[in-house]
């Protein structure tokens, strides 16, 4: 046994004292040195090596035990759905405020056939014929026993049809699941809803997608999965939606007039709580678009958005509403109507003669033209615009249906000081309906703009102010002598204080110039209560004539007032609104 | 008496080659893998005419290739597996040499298939891969330059095989091919941490390549999209993952039955980063539980050969090529269960493919070399503890 010194120098010293070679000694350390470091190396790789190994073992454990879970589990997604990119059908709901259902979807089928598996393809096609009187037989046999390997025939089907194909038993005729749109309530709010149409198509499902109004206004929004069947809500209350569509029907056969349309909205918030046009058609059905005649005269045609006309003496309001926020006027102030108003070699002429003179007041209750334009001078072509724009008579309305940018409304090509005069009193400027119910709120809220929309909303949304409240209180009470004292007698409520203002346009020729004697549009923009409005109501007839009198009468007072009357009488208590009866009023008690 | 009369029977000083191979290899392992290879040929049956249909071929089309790449794997497996450590040194230093050439050259001679990354060279007959010869021969070398810096005065060889792997990471990166980047990275890592990495240093790895893999989320479309989907919770069953998952719970535990399986029609690579699926729709879990046993048994089994090795460069390159070849197998299934995110890697020895075959086949003979039971101075320890 050799006993290592503690100190290696000591041996390479006691070598050298002995005479001896010390780099054996050196040698020998480095030896023992590097084999101690081996060592140590290696028994801290054999402990890493270990961990490796039992990491490795318990990594391929958890893969085996994942892949047994996995195969213990049964495959979810069933084989066919794996099959292509499936097409997405779901599509919101509308509903309007109150949440009752406008537009849903229903589970239909389609009819397709594959005619290489067909046994008696002309037993079938007879069959069939029955059952679908519109399809032709010579061309479903024709189908069926060429080469076709696909062949479509009916894209929705009852469930009692459905039946009956299968009572055919023909093992080449097939369904496919189909998803329909449907409109529950038929024609109401039509022109609103627009309608669908399929999209992309295939044997699993179908694509629906919008062709009109909000359907398709609002088509990637009602597609959006991100929504999960969460329905649109509208602002359109469908119990004032039937009963406006109700009366408008009524007083449209009365006034025997060929058109009618209707617009209430809101006066804060913007929403359009009913919209009507008619005549109108079934969403359900829609029919295809004209090929003849004016598409304005389809029933497809909304003329509350898309309909432009010359609206009449409605417009008078704006402008002594102009002149008053100008401090050009008051309501007292005396204005010059003394007719016919020349201008160059045109004349304006009111309805009847009121005399010399006439205050603002009376101007708009009896509604006189001439004064109106003497007013319009007063204010001047750049004044008159400005405000026209800010009420929101140079752009279509945004409302949110693919028709409103139709709705696009005509302006004079170059706006003389005549045209000025004449757009004083509503001539010369065509505008939807809608856009007069818009610019009537600005009047009834108290001078905010306001824009109109079919979603609901949660509580006011004024836009910039264009009028003093004070300026809009004048206004308001003028128009509330209209009813009381003017032209539009026919429009008193009991109880709901109706104003507005009346307004009787010939229609214009489609071609050449000059306007029709005997055709009118006639109007009735109205709010209430007159005091503290809440709605604004614009009733407008195309071609009315009451004809109950010796010769017929087609002034808006004798036509679309009465008519408008009538709803509001009916629609007020629906909106929630009580009627106010004044103090003094003798009030009967009934007791049983 | 007899050899005066007859002269000396001639006696080698060496052992032969093959009973001294048969002797101390670990046989083990070596059926381990034969058993794999035909495994991959019985799967090949399986998975690949629908790829021979597609590309207008003889439907055996590629197993007739598969088992012809496959013999060359094993001529060249077991060829590898008789050298000695310091010849297969000697020769994957050289061939690391070559594969790092043709890796460099690859944006500019190379081909892309049509993939999105230009990884091949297309030698007519055949496509080679560098980056597939690369890994095993990098193996090798790192593992050379960590030896060399355990001795006394020996270079800093740690570096300077970081500084190399971080240079062919950068390569592959740029083709880009993440999946083989990563392998090299980890079996750098794993040779580091058997040749005594600090453990503050081990953890300061980790961190960096959450942060790398963070930056490339961020800057790469390509890798961006394979993590979305994996993180994102149902999986949406037209892409290959779904068919995969699909395809697992299909087969249950005996599956579907031979050739009955669907899923090699609708996945465009069922033949290589899919073939478990494969497996487990038409063999079930059973033949998929063997698979995993198989390389288990081969990582497992090779790591604790290496626990005895004295060695450290045997030792480290034994290492890193086993953990190398186990995490490629275990990335590859794991992915098919969606326990990592999507990455194009192939199952070593089962995948279809010719580069991955031979390359896997030398890397396997380099591991078979390195854990051959060899003296270990057992002699020198009984020596030396009799001098104490």
New interface residues.
Partial sequence: ??RTPLRPLARILDARKKGENPDAIEREN?RI??EQ??DS??T???G???V??VM??C??????A???M????????P?A??Q??SIVAARSDIVDRKGRILATNMETHSLYAHPQQMIEPERTAKALVQIFPELEEERLIKDFSGNRKFVWVRKKISPEQKQAVHDIGEPGLLFGPREMRLYPNGALAAHVLGGTRFGQEGVHSAEVVGTAGLERFLDDDLRDPAREGRPVQLSLDLTVQSAVERVLAGGMMLMNAKGATAVLMDVHTGEVVSIASLPDFDPNDRPAPPVEGSPSDSPLFNRAVQGVYELGSTFKIFTTAQAMELGLVNAETMIDTKGPLRWGKHKIRDFHDYGKELSVTKIIVKSSNIGTARIAQMIGVDRQKDFLGKLGFFEPTKLEITEAKGGKPLLPPNWSELSTMTISYGHGLSASPLHLAQAYATIANGGYQVTPTLLKQSGPRYGERIMRPDTAAAARTMLRKVVTEGTASFGEVPGYYVGGKTGTADKPKERGGGYYKDKVIATFASMFPAHDPKYVLVVTLDEPSENSGDKPRRTAGWTAVPVAAEMIGRIAPLLGLRPEYEQNSPVVMTSN | MTEMVYGTVPVRDVEPILPKWWRTVDTWTLTCILILFGIGMLLGLAASPPLAERNGFDPFHYVQRQAIFGGAALVALFLTSMMSPTLVRRLAVIGFAGAFVALMFLPVLGTDFGKGAVRWYSLGFASVQPSEFLKPTFVIVAAWMMAASQEIGGPPGKLWSFMLTMLIVGFLVMQPDFGQACLVLFGWGVMYFVAGAPMILLIAMAGLVVIGGTVAYQNSEHFARRIDGFLNPDIDPTTQLGYATNAIQEGGFFGVGVGEGQVKWSLPDAHTDFIIAVAAEEYGLVLVLVIIALYATIVVRSLIRLMRERDPFIRLAGTGLACMFGVQAMINMGVAVRLLPAKGMTLPFVSYGGSSLIAGGIAVGMLLAFTRTRPQGEIGDILRGRMR
Avoid: K
């Fill in positions: 046994m050799i480095l040195r590097h470091m081996r190396a290696r801290r790789a054999e890493r090596l270990l490796l190994g490795f073992f990594a391929f454990s958890v893969v085996g994942r892949m047994g996995l195969s213990a589990s049964e495959p979810s997604e084989r759905q794996t292509g990119a």
